[in-house]
């Protein structure tokens, strides 16, 4: 039996994304796939179990590698406000440093096929506990509005998305309209008045 090699599953899921990117979801195979990272179809049933679990742990594997950027950012600041500003810009870095990554998370949140992959409803959006429970104290402390948390989360990643999409597609000049902007407009919704 052959040994896994953690360069080679990486490999796998990298091209699994450039796959996915260049011919959708449905377009990918296992040839496919075998033909991008270079390997063997065999090789790739050492790592994985078929075509589905391939594209299971390939979303896991993006939405994890989001959720941990994201994660270490809010851990660098204290008050539920500024978590919330820290994670909006860290989720426009994300975008802007690592478009393909959510653009691969993008096509598996807009498919049916997620519901077939056997991935829980809780993972299939891009709502993170941390974010959740930031929310959650800020209300508990009287700083936010008692909105429901996943309606918050909402939100923010369209505006924040939605903007970062803007100034990579040259709609918006990041110089004239900041991101400080929206966090401004985020602030006034989301912050309770005095």
Do not use: C
Not at 76 to 88: D, E, K
Not at 149 to 169: E, F, G, W
Not at 177 to 185: A, G, M, S, V
Request: aromatic share 8%; charged share 20%; net charge positive.
């Amino acid at each position: 039996m052959r040994k896994r090699d953690e360069k080679k599953y990486t490999q796998i899921i990298d091209s699994v994304t450039e796959l996915i990117l260049e011919v959708g979801l449905s377009g990918v195979t296992i040839a496919k796939i075998a033909t991008k990272a270079n390997l063997y179809p065999s090789t790739i049933y050492i790592y994985f179990a078929g075509k589905e679990d391939l594209l299971r742990q390939v979303f896991r594997y993006q939405r994890h590698n989001l959720q941990q950027y994201l994660g270490e950012k809010i851990g660098l600041v204290s008050t539920p406000a500024q978590q919330v500003q820290i994670y909006m810009r860290a989720l426009y870095q994300f975008a802007q440093d690592q478009p393909r990554q959510l653009a691969t998370l993008q096509q598996f949140l807009d498919s049916p096929l997620l519901d077939r992959l056997a991935i829980p409803p809780v993972e299939q959006n891009l709502i993170f506990p941390e974010l959740q429970t930031v929310i959650e104290q800020g209300q508990t402390a009287n700083i936010f509005r008692p909105i429901p948390a996943t309606l918050v989360i909402l939100l923010i990643n369209s505006d924040v998305l939605q903007y970062a999409h803007a100034v990579r597609k040259q709609l918006v000049d990041p110089v004239v309209q900041p991101l400080e902007q929206l966090l401004e407009l985020t602030a006034t919704w989301l912050n309770k008045t005095k």
